[in-house]
Antibody, heavy 120, light 110 residues
Framework: QLQLQESGPGLVKPSETLSLICTVSGGSISYSGYYWGWIRQPPGKGLEWIGTVRYSGSTYYNPSLKSRLTMSVDTSKNQFSLRLSSVTAADTAVYYC????????????WGQGTLVTVSS | QSALTQPPSASGSPGQSVTISCTGTSSDIGNCNYVSWYQQHPGKAPKLMIY???KRPSGVPDRFSGSKSGNTASLTVSGLQAEDEADYYCSSCAGTNNVLFGGGTKLTVL
């Protein structure tokens, strides 16, 4: 059974960079048919797609976040990561990593989510 | 990019049916068969309930069904049960390599 687990600091200061890692277990991050995504949810609000990365390193970003966003894959560790720069309070959210096994169709498996608060 | 439009709330009594709508545009739902629905209980991660408009993942009860007409997708929950009370989110591809979510609908079982 494939599992995903987010990790990273729970508190980030304004203007700094938010960095999260998603560790995949029970499956290979290198499988060509898999697309690895990040989704966030501000407290009490809806879901927002952040971006998707493939094992090859190809990335696809939400246009509204693109200028601040970097995603990458580390196949040796079976992990993928998210870096969001110049954060503000508006970036406070629960961040989820997820697997899309069908090429932009849907997210089958989700991590439990991690709350990141932006505050000084 | 704008989120897909969902009603903020919906409700029904046990055993009844309820339908939740998700309205987009010709650039997303209207031009995409990759519409999915997620169920989210408080404090939990979203769970996939419907994908590719009407398909159900293994383990999802057949009380959940999906459809699409034009720029609007719908999720119907038949035979409502107490455990169906949750937030529901729609999602759609939007152009090339882009994903939109709806604002979410809180389903209350009366």
């Amino acid at each position: 059974q494939l599992q995903l687990q987010e990790s990273g600091p729970g508190l980030v200061k304004p203007s700094e960079t938010l960095s999260l890692i998603c560790t995949v277990s029970g499956g290979s991050i290198s499988y060509s048919g898999y697309y690895w995504g990040w989704i966030r949810q501000p407290p009490g609000k809806g879901l927002e797609w952040i971006g998707t990365v493939r094992y090859s390193g190809s990335t696809y970003y939400n246009p509204s976040l693109k200028s601040r966003l970097t995603m990458s894959v580390d196949t040796s560790k079976n992990q993928f990561s998210l870096r969001l720069s110049s954060v503000t309070a508006a970036d406070t959210a629960v961040y989820y990593c997820a697997l899309d096994s069908s090429s932009w169709s849907h997210f089958d498996y989700w991590g439990q989510g991690t709350l990141v608060t932006v505050s000084s | 990019q704008s989120a897909l439009t969902q009603p903020p709330s919906a409700s029904g009594s046990p055993g009844q049916s309820v339908t939740i709508s998700c309205t987009g545009t010709s650039s997303d739902i209207g031009n995409c068969n990759y519409v999915s629905w997620y169920q989210q209980h408080p404090g939990k991660a979203p769970k996939l309930m419907i994908y590719e408009v009407f398909k159900r993942p293994s383990g999802v009860p057949d009380r959940f069904s999906g459809s699409k007409s034009g720029n609007t997708a719908s999720l119907t929950v038949s035979g409502l049960q107490a455990e169906d009370e949750a937030d529901y989110y729609c999602s759609s591809c939007a152009g090339t390599n882009n994903v939109l979510f709806g604002g979410g609908t809180k389903l209350t079982v009366l």
